[in-house]
């Protein structure tokens, strides 16, 4: 088997303890890694006094590969967010994020088998931002006001939301490719097209272009994110690919979620043309930061899905498999899985959890 170098970025709150967790779990899988460590968020602005030091990005940039638990962006840094930094400078435009049912997490199904990809690049994050009362929120005003868009009240702060021909036509196209790779039938588009006519509009009439080039390979349809987020609660089996804008996609993964047993389990990853970098769709917890209570699954799951994307298939089935047996069995689990399927039985400590997993992977 080949020796992949990683990047390793713990990161802040539950971070330390899911991605020791993730570590040993993949270690026991069998995969060969040299893990590089590397700081983000908390950690790195005691060590290099900002949140996304240079070398980090350059250790991405060396190995091609990253695994990365939550950071935290703290106030007054002059950072909006370290993570949507992150995917800027290593260009990291989709967002992948599967929403799969584990029998005996908790879920509101046992079928549940979706995958979101979320534009990861433009819409509302792009940090385009004016402060209600600032020079240039006023000149804003004025200018929409004079093109005859009218009013918007003076006292009013304003976000730019971005959605270019070039970023859709990416996501959807990834969107398509995936589902061919991944023998998936259909690709749905969400957007709120009857409201945003230029901006969602735009995104929906990409999304049909594109979708014409998959014809007879991919079934296409799209909903208005509204009656999506209705649908993925009534029915989440009508939904197989199903791509959106930024904001969108940021929502609707924590509905996935919520669907299939909480942040707990909700695995993802940012990619990029030349690099990836596997996170945990939860933040850093700081609730129930080292108290030795955060599931791990989240994190492990994403770096089954960093052992795929490398080519180590085995180990990453390996991992799943002893995730779905130890979530089957039900004696040791985490305190959110036992909240989520309402059981009064004690709750396995992170430790206790990961040493199931790393047993069943016959490492105990
Ligand atoms: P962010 O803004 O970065 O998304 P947040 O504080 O809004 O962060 P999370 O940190 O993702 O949200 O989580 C919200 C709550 O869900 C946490 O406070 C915690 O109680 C619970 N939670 C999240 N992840 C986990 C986990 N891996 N294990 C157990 N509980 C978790």
Redesign the pocket.
């Known amino acids: 088997m080949a020796r992949h170098a990683v990047t390793l970025i713990p990161g802040d709150g539950?971070g330390v303890e899911?991605s020791a967790a993730m570590q040993r779990v993949v270690e026991a899988s069998g995969a060969d890694i040299e893990w590089q460590g590397a700081e983000a968020g908390e950690s790195a602005i005691r060590a290099h006094g900002v949140p996304l030091p240079p070398s980090t990005i350059e250790s991405v940039k060396r190995t091609g590969v990253a695994i990365k638990g939550?950071v935290t962006t703290p106030v007054g840094t002059g950072f909006r967010s370290v993570n949507v930094a992150l995917r800027q400078a290593l260009e990291l435009y989709v967002c992948l994020r599967p929403v799969h049912s584990i029998p005996g997490a908790g879920g509101r199904y046992d079928d549940v088998d979706l995958v979101i990809v979320r534009e990861n690049s433009e819409d509302l994050y792009a940090g385009m931002e004016f402060e209600a009362g600032s020079e240039e929120a006023a000149e804003l005003i004025a200018l929409c006001e004079e093109a005859g868009l009218g009013r918007i009240r003076p006292d009013s702060g304003i976000s730019i939301k971005p959605i270019s021909v070039t970023a859709t036509r990416a996501i959807v196209r990834y969107a398509f490719d995936y589902a061919l790779a991944h023998r998936r039938s259909k690709v749905t588009a969400v957007h709120k097209a009857n409201i945003m006519k230029h901006t969602d509009g735009l995104f929906l009439s990409v999304a049909r272009e594109v979708a014409a080039e998959y014809e007879g390979r991919v079934a296409f349809d799209d909903r208005i994110v509204d009656a999506f987020c209705m649908n993925m609660v009534i029915d989440p089996s009508q939904f197989d690919v199903v791509v959106f804008p930024n904001l969108y996609g940021d929502i609707a993964s924590d509905l996935g979620a919520g669907l299939v047993g909480g942040?707990?389990i909700a695995s993802g990853a940012n990619i990029g043309e030349k690099y990836a970098v596997f996170e945990?769709v939860?933040?850093?917890?700081p609730?129930?930061a080292g108290k030795n209570i955060?599931?791990p699954t989240?994190e492990i799951l994403s770096a089954a899905m960093m052992l795929d994307h490398m080519g180590e298939q085995a180990c990453a089935e390996r991992i799943r498999a002893a995730v779905r047996s130890v979530y089957a069995e039900g004696e040791t689990l985490?305190a959110?899985i036992r909240k989520a399927s309402g059981s009064s039985l004690a709750a396995a400590t992170c430790t206790e959890f990961t040493d199931a997993l790393v047993q069943k992977l016959g490492c105990g």
Not at 282 to 285: E, K, R, V, Y
């Open positions: 539950i899911t939550p942040l707990g945990a939860h933040g850093s917890a609730d129930i955060a599931n989240a985490t959110d």
